[in-house]
């Protein structure tokens, strides 16, 4: 009881009330060292599997909002249990991973403690899953209503076709879309880049 209190006492900054006990009993029925980590631009969270009796380490940005960092959550102890249930050699997001994300899932759709916006696009996700949040252009619109902004966020799908715009350090001419993401040209080197819809980007007005 004082580790599961321990545990409610950190989470609660990361996660609602509504699902901080159904997260803390997943981390709690699995052997793992989980590690909350600076904001990565390539992703969310990971999931790496110990060898030779090491522990499995999942990590998680420090910047999430509540529902992302729980969905995100989620995704990763899917990939620890999968890999517990059927072995080390089944496929990142195969039929195994797939099932256990479902499943970890579901509970959140049922409790309706959920955004509609949310539980909407979670349900539509789970009809095929994605392998991950980042390639759900739905569910990722969602929850990014959910960020905590000191300022409008401006994301590629906002921009006009052929809008110059500038990303991690670098600047691009917004072209058509393919998917979930737009082919870009630099507009120094004039190579192409496929760049996700829902980059956040910063717009630069032409002269």
């Known amino acids: 009881m004082q580790e599961r209190t321990k545990y409610h006492a950190f989470f609660e900054k990361f996660i609602s009330n509504d699902f901080l006990e159904y997260v803390v009993s997943v981390i709690l029925e699995n052997s793992v060292r989980f590690k909350i980590v600076?904001?990565?631009k390539t992703k969310l969270g990971d999931f790496r599997a110990g060898r030779k009796g090491e522990m499995h380490i999942i990590t998680i940005n420090n910047n999430l909002n509540p529902y992302s960092f729980l969905i995100t959550t989620l995704h990763e102890f899917a990939h620890l249990i999968a890999h517990n249930k059927f072995g080390?050699?089944?496929?990142?997001?195969?039929?195994?991973?797939?099932?256990t994300y479902t499943d970890l899932i579901h509970p959140l759709i049922e409790s309706k403690k959920l955004p509609e916006d949310i539980e909407n696009a979670l349900l539509n996700s789970l009809v095929k899953v994605k392998a991950s949040s980042c390639s759900d252009v739905e569910l990722q619109r969602a929850l990014m209503k959910y960020d905590l902004r000191s300022e409008e966020i401006t994301t590629l799908e906002q921009l006009d076709k052929n809008s110059i715009f500038a990303l991690n350090n670098k600047t691009f001419q917004k072209?058509?879309?393919r998917r979930t993401r737009f082919l870009c040209?630099?507009?120094?080197t004039k190579r192409d880049y496929l760049i996700h819809a829902l980059a956040k980007v910063e717009e630069i007005k032409r002269k």
């Open 38 to 40: 600076k904001p990565r």
């Open 185 to 188: 040209k630099e507009t120094n």
């Open 88 to 99: 080390r050699r089944i496929q990142p997001h195969g039929k195994e991973w797939q099932s």
């Open 175 to 177: 072209g058509n879309l």
